[in-house]
């Protein structure tokens, strides 16, 4: 059973850059769709960006592309969030998930279509 656990979250301050990080054990991270999403209080969970290891494509939600990169080690078995330029706004608990079907990129974003979440990690950006 595959178990994923988020760490690196924290409290920044706008402008500011943290990487998050989510480990994998109980089976291998390659050749799987894997993504971050986050959650603000009161909000529904969004999708933030999305990878699937055997494409050279990346999947960023509009509000981040540009500030924030998805990246995979499988040596590691671990997945990464690198945000830079941090908004008040995306203060939240961040979420990596992994899916059984890889499915079209235009559907990567979508929470519905991962089976296995970390416990998330909380991220607060103050202005």
């Known amino acids: 059973q595959l178990q994923l656990v988020e760490s690196g979250g924290g409290s920044v301050q706008a402008g500011g850059s943290l990487r998050l990080s989510c480990a994998a054990s109980g089976d291998s991270l390659s050749g799987r769709c894997v993504a971050w999403f986050r959650q603000a209080p009161g909000k529904e969970r969004e999708g933030v960006a999305a990878?699937?290891?055997?494409?050279?494509?990346?999947v960023y939600a509009d509000s981040v592309r540009g500030r924030f990169i998805i990246s995979q080690d499988n040596s590691k078995n671990t997945l990464y969030l690198q945000m830079n330029d941090l908004k008040p706004e995306e203060t939240g608990m961040y979420y990596c998930?992994?899916?059984?079907?890889?499915?079209?990129?235009?559907?990567?974003?979508?929470?519905?279509?991962?089976?296995?979440w970390g416990q998330g990690t909380q991220v607060t950006v103050s202005s």
């Open positions: 998930a992994v899916a059984n079907l890889c499915w079209p990129e235009s559907m990567r974003l979508y929470s519905s279509k991962y089976n296995y």
């Open positions: 990878l699937y290891d055997r494409s050279v494509n990346r």
